[in-house]
């Protein structure tokens, strides 16, 4: 052991041993150094990628927020259209609508989707409202809700004659046209 001492002395006492040495030691530093900064860029690339992630995440829960706040306030103004001092002659007309898409008649005017939606919202006018008729409204669009169009001609015509229809009695209802969830 002292002999492989006495070797590295003697070749470090020498000028060619101390540059050797020299180009060793800078080598082993340049290499720890290469390390650290390669091991620096891996963490700092994977923080950037988290990061993103986060923030990724963040404008997806924003978003769904603004479009869940967007989606309500287009139901509140669709509920504030039909207070509770909705005119009757309005759900009637939004009834007769609805109906003269699957009613055969020999003279239909205008037609309105039966959606669940819009009978939901009239069943909400005809329940807050204080019509005459408030409980026949009511039975018919209970039924459609459930899917049961069965009577919708007789239901046209009621409506269609309180709006004083005298054109276009409905005489019977067209199944084909009846919306994909109906009974």
Known sequence: MFKILDRIEAALSSKKGKIICGVVAMAVIGFIVFQNVQATKA????????LARREAAATKLRDAKAAEAAAKAKDAAADKQYTIDHPVTMVYEEIHEMANGIVIADDIWAEKPITKAGI????????????????????????????????????????????????????????????????
Do not use: C, M
Request: without cysteine.
């Open 43 to 50: 963490a700092e690339k994977v923080e950037a990628t988290q």
């Open 120 to 183: 939901a919202r009239l069943i909400k006018t005809v329940k807050g409202s204080t019509y005459e008729n408030k409980s026949l409204l009511y039975s018919i669009l209970s039924r459609w809700k459930n899917g049961n169009f069965s009577q919708a001609d007789k239901d046209h015509n009621y409506v269609w004659f309180e709006l004083g229809g005298n054109v276009g009695k409905a005489t019977d209802v067209d199944t084909s046209k009846l919306p994909s969830w109906a009974n």
